[in-house]
């Protein structure tokens, strides 16, 4: 104990952050604090105001004065419908993404990271995750669109007619393979590190103990990535949830999600009779997009126990 | 079992990684067929490429290359802000007020947590503002995106900053006399290239394929142009996004390999090698 006394203070020296340095001085402390200005200056601009803006103006009417038409307009039937379209479309390719995802993950389980395979699908992740918005949209109408390559093969070949009963790749249900487009690959991208976390070791350990291969995931696998992917599959919803760009693309009439709900509001001048709509409609979103990031959270937290 | 493990059998892997492939070969291969169509012979060509430099049709295409230009600038500008305004902040950040370091990441990464439609909404009188003032040119859209970029950027650089002991290379510079400019230009920027170059490239990649804000505040950009060109002419709008995809893919393997390349990021391990790659959000937001 003698001997390893003194080296203590030592490795807490290397291992922590708090003590003070020799020498901290960066300028003075007024000019230290001066610096941190600018940034902060511009957050308060371009992040904090415009999202203050977006919640008061939810609350004011057209004449600037107090209101709370435009917020009790959320409970309008055909705003009700946006939401329930839009957290239908979510959940949908989010539990999609996430099954398609893991399942891509597990196909990978056990490959190394800094294997060939696994940087090539990162980056083809990374891109795909990042396609979405208008060129999803056009991938699509090249694809699955009036004049597909997909739509003309299956019409030509099998003589089956995709649009028999009517355009949908412009409503709704269209937007579910494209959304699906970019939901799997950020499901890789975010679960692939808690497949990492397996350790070879656990089911070394099932092993020796008897254990089966269907035992190790029933027993080991599942429950340890559970909240993982729990996570995950709330991220792909908000994902989902927030997305703007392909929809407008593609469904260039009508407004069967929030989004597209909130484009409208914010380019003619009156919805529903309702001047600001736009305001309570974007209210809507941000509370829907707060309870889900907490969740998302909480749960992250108890995930990361096995991910060091 | 196999010596991993876990590890599925090679059959299903490959039966899996199959499937998963072919699903997502069919849009990009049906885009590239798309391209090819020739109306006149009913076969294929190469005509709609062509037409993209044909002075014939200059007009139909021009809004593409200015909404290229354009988005040109706001990738300039918005990784000017990143360089120096938010890479400067999170130095001083780390040197001097680590307690500050939670609640900035915080911050860095709130804007995951509002889509930017939303964002929109609020942005829309401020720019009206702005064009009233600086005028509407198109670089303070920049600001905007640098606000959408933010998340991105803060991640690579932060991973960055985590595998280099600024401490003590400023301690060391200043001890030799160099001056806080210095040290940050000819001390900071070089150990922190990775982290910063990885920062940038995201930054480029998300601007080039911002739609919303532009959209809805009326501004043009390459997303906005494609959009209004693709209702004339779809082709020259799929061959665009393709050409888009394949650059988008060449900048993020470009990433990778800054992140797993060089001596730095692979002995400092996991944080650098897996942090400047992320494009979307992977873990531990608010």
């Given amino acids: 104990m003698t001997v390893a006394a003194p080296a203590a203070p030592l490795v807490d020296a290397a291992g922590t952050e708090e003590l003070p340095p020799p020498r901290r001085r960066v300028g003075s402390g007024a000019a230290a604090v001066l610096g941190l200005v600018p940034f902060a200056a511009y957050l308060l601009i371009f992040l904090a105001l415009p999202t203050i803006v977006t919640v008061a103006s939810g609350f004011v009417d057209a004449d600037g004065s107090f209101t709370l038409s435009n917020v009790a307009a959320l409970a309008d039937p055909v705003i009700v419908q946006t939401f329930a379209n839009s957290a239908w479309l979510s959940a949908l390719t989010a539990a999609g993404g996430a099954l398609i995802g893991a399942l891509a993950c597990y196909a990978m389980a056990g490959l190394p990271a800094t294997g060939r395979t696994r940087r090539l699908v990162d980056a083809a992740s990374g891109v795909l995750a990042q396609f979405g918005g208008v060129m999803l949209a056009f991938a699509f109408i090249a694809t699955i669109g009036l004049q597909g390559l997909v739509t003309l093969t299956l019409k030509d070949r099998f003589g089956i007619d995709l649009f028999a009963e009517g355009a949908w790749i412009y409503a709704l249900p269209g937007l579910i393979l494209p959304y699906l487009f970019f939901q799997v690959p950020l499901m890789v991208i975010t679960f692939m590190p808690a497949m990492g976390a397996l350790r070879p070791q656990w089911a070394e350990a099932n092993l020796t103990l008897g254990g089966t291969r269907t035992g190790f995931w029933r027993h080991i696998g599942i429950p340890v990535l559970a909240p993982s992917f729990l996570a995950s599959l709330l991220l792909l919803f908000a994902n989902a949830f927030s997305s703007y760009a392909t929809a407008a693309a593609l469904a260039s009439q009508g407004s069967q999600i929030v989004p597209l709900q909130i484009r409208t509001a914010l380019t003619s001048e009156t919805l529903l009779g309702r001047e600001n709509l736009a305001g309570a409609l974007a209210l809507g979103m941000i509370v829907v997009m707060a309870v889900t990031m907490s969740l998302y959270a909480l749960v992250q937290r108890r995930a990361a126990r096995w991910q060091r | 079992m196999n010596a991993r493990g876990f590890a599925p059998h090679p059959a299903v892997r490959w039966a899996i990684g199959l499937v998963v492939i072919v699903l997502f070969a069919i849009p990009i291969v049906s885009m590239a067929e798309y391209t090819l169509r020739d109306a006149t012979t009913g076969g294929h060509s190469l005509v709609h490429w062509f037409d993209l430099f044909d002075p014939a049709k200059a007009g139909t295409y021009r809004p593409i290359w200015t909404g290229l230009g354009n988005s040109l600038v706001l990738a300039v500008v918005t990784v000017a802000i990143v360089l120096l305004l938010l890479a400067p902040t999170m130095v001083l950040v ?21 889509p930017a439609i939303v ?168």
């Fill in chain 2, 94 to 114: 780390e040197l001097r007020f680590p307690k500050l370091k939670r609640p900035f990441e915080f911050l860095a990464l709130l804007p995951i947590s509002i």
């Fill in chain 2, 119 to 286: 964002l929109v909404v609020g942005l829309a009188p401020i720019y009206l503002v702005i064009g009233r003032t600086i005028g509407t040119g198109i670089w303070p859209l920049a600001f905007a995106y640098g606000v959408t970029v933010l998340p991105f950027a803060y991640r690579a650089i932060q991973a960055a900053i985590d595998a280099t002991e600024l401490r003590t290379l400023a301690e060391a510079a200043r001890s030799l006399g160099a001056g806080w400019p210095a040290v940050l230009l000819q001390v900071f920027a070089p150990n922190l290239r990775t982290g910063l170059l990885a920062a940038s490239l995201i930054s480029v990649a998300v601007v080039l394929g911002e739609f919303t804000i532009a959209s809805l505040l009326n501004r043009q950009n390459l997303q906005t142009a494609l959009v209004v060109v693709g209702k004339q002419d779809p082709y020259a709008s799929v061959i665009l996004s393709l050409l888009a995809l394949a650059f988008a893919f060449v900048l993020l393997v470009v990433i990778g390999r800054i992140g797993g390349g060089t001596p730095r990021a692979r002995r400092t391990g996991r944080t650098a090698r897996t942090a400047p790659a992320p494009t979307r959000p992977p873990k531990d937001q608010p």
